[in-house]
């Protein structure tokens, strides 16, 4: 017989929202981290978080039925997970809630303009307001740099502990990563490599904010800070470059461009890695990597999503050899190239 067809998984899609604002909204409130201090019944809850009594019990009772929070006896309680990860008094909070703070106060909003987007190819970011391009209108604001560089390393973490431990360390003395951020990825290939010293390279204004990051990691000494334009100052000396959910954020020709200027700047045996979250080859099945190609067309201006294959090709054109994909954690992988 064959099987019943129902629109379960449609209005499960199309439905999704609610549950995702659900949780964003918690973790903005700080559901998770009050509940880390001190589980409570729904009155002590809602006074504590300041919630009107109208909708408390729905709330927390909708994110027990969605499996992030537990009822015992009345009283609520934080899953493993949630107080693993959404705690802020808890340092992996750096890793899932930081990005989930990120994506309700930046990402929400701007996804509600997708259909403009769709329509006209014009980010829906902050640089349509501002006219300023979108580091500079996001950067302005040093809360919301603040939250997007943390969301980042949120973003990255997995995928960096991957790189730290996948890659070749061992062959090489340095490595320059090309929009550091906070500096997780550079932090996390120095920490499982103590041979190594480091540069990130980033935008002046996310200075201090590596600094902190890297002093938090007792890695002053061999990791430092170059504010610059990578479209125009010359690259750091090293001998591996990375770019970490690079060049997902620009159109082809700067693609092509900031892989010419590693070739170059790189000496002859040293190493690219460009990571991502990669389209799989016949782009059907990473639907994760597909929706973060979305976010590059609402927040970038010309920025795409790219297979493997895809850079495969443009690292041969840049005149890289020994090309390889390998993958990494979750939806992202590395594409690897020597200059030769
Ligand atoms: C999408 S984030 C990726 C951050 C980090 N590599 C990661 O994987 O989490 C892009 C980074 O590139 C930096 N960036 C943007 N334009 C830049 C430019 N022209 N020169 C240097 N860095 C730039 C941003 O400040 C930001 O930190």
């Not at 929400?108 to 403009?116: A, D, M, Q, R």
């Not at 991957?162 to 290939?189: E, H, N």
């Not at 892989?259 to 040293?270: D, E, F, I, M, T």
């Not at 970038?300 to 495969?312: I, N, P, Q, S, V």
Request: charged share 20%.
């Amino acid at each position: 017989m064959a099987p019943e067809i129902t629109p379960d998984h449609i209005m499960q899609i199309g439905m999704g929202f609610e549950a995702s604002k659900t949780l964003l909204s918690a973790v903005e409130l700080g559901v998770f981290t009050e509940l880390a201090k001190a589980p409570g019944d729904v009155t002590a809850l809602r006074e504590r978080l300041g919630l009107h009594p109208r909708g408390a019990q729905d709330f927390f009772d909708t994110l027990v039925a969605l499996g992030l929070l537990r009822r015992v006896g009345g009283i609520y309680h934080n899953t493993e997970e949630t107080a693993r990860f959404l705690d802020r008094g808890n340092a992996e909070y750096n890793y899932c809630g930081s990005l989930l703070e990120m994506a309700n106060g930046r990402l929400y909003g701007i996804w509600g303009s997708l259909t403009e987007a769709l329509r006209t190819g014009i980010a829906q970011d902050e640089s349509k307001a501002t006219g300023q391009d979108t580091y500079g209108a996001l950067y302005a604001d040093r809360e919301r740099l603040r939250q997007f560089l943390a969301s980042m390393t949120g973003v990255s973490h997995a995928a960096n502990l991957a790189i730290a431990r996948q890659f070749p360390w061992k062959d090489y003395s340095t490595v320059a990563d090309m929009g550091t951020a906070q500096g997780d990825l550079a932090t996390q290939i120095l920490l499982a490599n103590p041979h190594l010293s480091g540069v990130g390279f980033d935008l002046p204004p996310t200075g201090p904010i590596f600094a902190d990051y890297i002093a938090g990691h007792g890695l002053q000494d061999r990791l430092t800070f170059v504010g610059g334009d990578f479209f125009v100052d010359d690259f750091p000396r090293a001998d591996v470059i990375a770019f970490g959910h690079i060049l997902h954020n620009w159109d082809q020709e700067r693609k092509e461009l900031l892989l010419a200027r590693a070739w170059q700047a790189l000496p002859s045996g040293g190493a690219v890695v460009v990571y991502d979250t990669l389209i799989d080859d016949d782009r059907s099945a990473n639907a994760f990597a597909l929706l973060m190609s979305l976010t590059m067309l609402s927040v970038t201006d010309g920025g795409f999503g790219y297979t493997a294959a895809d850079c495969e090709r443009w690292l041969r054109a840049a005149g890289f050899s020994q090309i390889r994909t390998e993958h990494l954690t979750g939806p992202d992988s590395m594409v690897v190239g020597i200059k030769e």
